[in-house]
């Protein structure tokens, strides 16, 4: 008997050009799509079945990342949401300055801004710590967290493969450290990653 199963398909490479397309941050779609689309379109578009495969394809440009004999296997972060990466890598590299924050109010703004996770995680592995000034304001601890978490995400990724570093890159909006990391953030990503990756690793793949 045929299968009734309308959601069932034969094309697996289909299937992962579909789950990427549905993942990848609006932005990346500038000078791709229409510039008078809003984001809520865009994301409209990307929900779509029909439209997904040919969204993706925009966006790998490399014939052998779009070829049907490519194996994409498990992405490198295991499926987890590259930005949580991020800000639990930029957590270690300022531990220092996280453990320096004891006032309820400053702990909370702090972690208002990268989760009760990466508060956690940067505690945890503070003799990981990278930077060695401090930084006294929860906000700008915050934001420096995410641009070091980035770069580090971005210097990690340099020695994955194409395939690889676009299916963890195209899920960040454009513009971010990741693409654009420093000196100093390539000597310490291999490091961070491997603690945020063993920490992923701990739980379930992610959907």
Do not use: Y
Not at 15 to 33: C, M, N, Q, T, V
């Amino acid at each position: 008997m045929a299968s009734t199963n309308t959601s069932f398909s034969l094309n697996p490479h289909s299937d992962r050009l579909r789950e990427l397309a549905a993942l990848i941050h609006p932005s990346r779609f500038a000078g791709h799509l229409d510039e008078r689309l809003s984001t809520a379109t865009v994301l409209q578009l990307q929900k779509s079945p029909r439209l997904q495969q040919r969204l993706a394809e925009l966006l790998l440009s490399s014939e052998e990342l779009v070829s049907n004999g490519t194996d994409w296997g498990r992405d490198v972060l295991l499926g987890h949401d590259p930005r949580r990466a991020a800000l639990l890598a930029g957590s270690i590299w300022h531990a220092r300055s996280v453990l320096k924050f004891v006032s309820r109010h400053d702990v909370a703004i702090l972690i208002e801004n990268i989760g009760a996770e990466a508060h956690a995680f940067a505690i945890r592995h503070l003799s990981n710590a990278v930077a060695t000034t401090s930084i006294d304001d929860p906000q700008k601890l915050a934001s420096q967290i995410e641009h070091d978490g980035c770069a580090c995400l971005g210097a990690w990724l340099k020695d994955a493969s194409e395939l690889d570093r676009v299916r963890v890159l195209f899920r960040l909006p454009v513009g971010t450290t990741a693409e654009s990391p420093a000196a100093e953030h390539h000597n310490s990503a291999g490091q961070l990653l491997s603690l945020v990756v063993a920490h992923l690793a701990t739980e379930e793949p992610a959907a």
